[in-house]
C-alpha cells in the first residue's frame, strides 16, 4: 500500500474526526448506490472499515468527503460483483440539445407550465431513484452533492467525458419522467385535451 | 434558430448544461450569455435548466436522515476489528 507522510500537526485523531463528521454524507451516497436501507447501512461500515485500514493514504488537507465517497463507490462495484451483477458501461454520446429538445416539447404539450407551479424536489428524488447505473450514482455526485466534473470523474474512476455523457442522459431522463409526472398528475395539456402530443 | 455574435442557438444549447454547471472557460461562458440575453428563443430552456438544477440540488433534503443507530454500529466494528481505540 502507498503511503503519504502524515504532516507534522495531522495526527490519527484529526483522521478519526475528519472522516466520522462525514458519515451522514456518504450515507446519502450509499442509500443512492442501493436504493436499499438494509444494503446502504452495510456499505456505509464497509466504506469505514476500508477507510481507517488505510488511513495512511488519506492525503492532509484534501476533500474527505470525496475520498470517502470514491472508496464507497467502489466498495459497491465489488458488491456487485460479487452480486455477479452486471452494469451497463454504454454510455453512448454527450445528449445536451436533447434537453432543450425536449423542453420544448413540454412548452408545447402544456407540461412546462404546469411544472413550473409545482414542487419538483420531491419528484424528482423519486425520479433519481429510478435512474439506473451508471446515470444515477453520477447525477447524484454532480447534481446533489454538489461535484465539479473532474470531483465525480476521480470518484467514478471514468474520464471527464464519459461524466458528461452520463450526467447529461441521466439528466434528460429525469425531465423525461418529470414530463410523465406532469401527464400522471393530470396536469400535462395532452391531460387535459385529450389531443395527441406534436 | 437564431445567431448571435457567432454563436447560434445550437451551439448555445449544446455548451447549455456546461454553462450552468461552471465547466466552461470564460470566453465560452460569455459568448453563452450574450446569446441568451439577446435570443428569445433558448432563454426559456436555459431558465428551465436553470431551475431544474436547482430543485436537483435541493434533493438532498429530500432524502431520509441516516438512521441514528447507525453511527454506534459503524464505531463498534471499528473498534472490534481494532482500528479504533
Known amino acids: 500500500m502507498e503511503t503519504v507522510p502524515r504532516s507534522g500537526t495531522f495526527t490519527r485523531g484529526d483522521f478519526d474526526k475528519e472522516v466520522l463528521a462525514r458519515m451522514d454524507d456518504v450515507y446519502r451516497f450509499a442509500m443512492s448506490l442501493t436504493r436499499d436501507t438494509s444494503q446502504a447501512e452495510d456499505l456505509v461500515q464497509e466504506t469505514y472499515l476500508r477507510a481507517f485500514r488505510s488511513w495512511q493514504t488519506f492525503q492532509p488537507g484534501s476533500d474527505a468527503r470525496r475520498w470517502l465517497f470514491t472508496i464507497c463507490r467502489n466498495a459497491f462495484l465489488r458488491t456487485l460483483e460479487r452480486d455477479r451483477r452486471n452494469i451497463s458501461l454504454d454510455d453512448g454520446d454527450p445528449d445536451a440539445l436533447g434537453a432543450v429538445m425536449l423542453h420544448g416539447q413540454m412548452l408545447q404539450d402544456g407540461s412546462a407550465d404546469r411544472l413550473a407551479k409545482l414542487d419538483l424536489a420531491p419528484a424528482l428524488a423519486d425520479a433519481i431513484a429510478k435512474l439506473n447505473e451508471p446515470f444515477r450514482s453520477t447525477v447524484i455526485l454532480v447534481d446533489v452533492e454538489g461535484q465539479a466534473y473532474e470531483e465525480a470523474s476521480e470518484v467514478l474512476g471514468v474520464p471527464i467525458g464519459t461524466v458528461r455523457s452520463r450526467l447529461f442522459r441521466g439528466r434528460r431522463q429525469l425531465q423525461e419522467m418529470l414530463r410523465e409526472y406532469a401527464r400522471d398528475a393530470g396536469f400535462g395539456g395532452n391531460a387535459s385535451t385529450g389531443k395527441p402530443h406534436e | ?85
Request: net charge negative.
Open chain 2, 1 to 85: 434558430m437564431n445567431s448571435h455574435e457567432g454563436l447560434d442557438c445550437a451551439s448555445a444549447m449544446a455548451r447549455l448544461w456546461d454553462y450552468l454547471d461552471g465547466e466552461l472557460t470564460p470566453e465560452k461562458v460569455a459568448a453563452v450569455r450574450e446569446h441568451l440575453a439577446e435570443c428569445a428563443d433558448c432563454l426559456p430552456h436555459a431558465r428551465f435548466a436553470e431551475r431544474f438544477l436547482g430543485e436537483l440540488g435541493r434533493c438532498k433534503e429530500c432524502q431520509p436522515p441516516m438512521p441514528g443507530t447507525l453511527r454506534d454500529k459503524v464505531m463498534s466494528t471499528l473498534r472490534s476489528e481494532g482500528l479504533m481505540s
